[in-house]
């Protein structure tokens, strides 16, 4: 057993390695951790390196892999990529949930039969109130959506992204995500953090290294030590939380993580709540 392995199953590092397939999306959200909208560089780690990074990442011993951007559908080859990473590990993919056509549900249909569930994003149980954050027609798509993979078979999560949510609304929320098919143990709710669009808003929480978990985050610029850590402001990626330009072989980043997470403090490391 690695000594990576052995951290994961002892508990004192998680184990799930995290991919930036892209930074590049169809909407420009207030609170982007990222500043990702349509026009932005699309700066792709690729379907090649991809899968290399799954291979690696559970020849470590880690236990799951995550896939996040950007919106990683914009990439036509992914829905075959997370089938084909979910033979190594499981694998969970955040998405906005608005580009589901008939074409990509079709093309997606089939990781029902694999370990793959998807995160997708509902602040608020109005329309009016969640496009105000996310872009117009965003809430009629999700709601479009979601039903549409739970009926093919696919795990659907909700991730809730506020500065705060009211008890009353919060209940409609979740009356909404359980008519959608989503059970309540399928939906978080975490804070806006103070990265990337949402310092231009003055939105959010700040997080420090301290305030998140360390979880293994590889982009095209190196390795972070969460997927909170390779965040954009005025298109210049933060290294505060960058651990190795170096991410080939995956040892090299996940080693210096764990050195990192051995030195860090004891602490209410998940306070803030940021998953």
Known sequence: MTAIAEAVAAGTLPGRVWMYADYHCNLACTYCLTESAPKSPHRVIGRERMLEI??????????DLGVTGGEPFLLRWLPETLAEMSRRLPVLVLTNGTL????LLEAVTPLRERDVAMQISLDRPDADDNDEMRGAENFRKVVDAVPRLVDRGIRVRIATTVESIEDAELDRLCALHRELGVPDEDHIVRPIVRRGRAVDH???V??????VPAELTVTVDGAFWSPFGPTVHDGIVDTDLLITRTTRPLSVPANALLRLSGEHPAGEDVSLNIR
């Open 202 to 204: 003055d939105l959010g």
């Open 206 to 211: 700040v997080a420090r290294q301290v305030d």
């Open 54 to 63: 799954a291979d690696e990442a559970a020849e470590l011993g880690f236990t």
């Open 100 to 103: 589901f056509t008939r074409r």
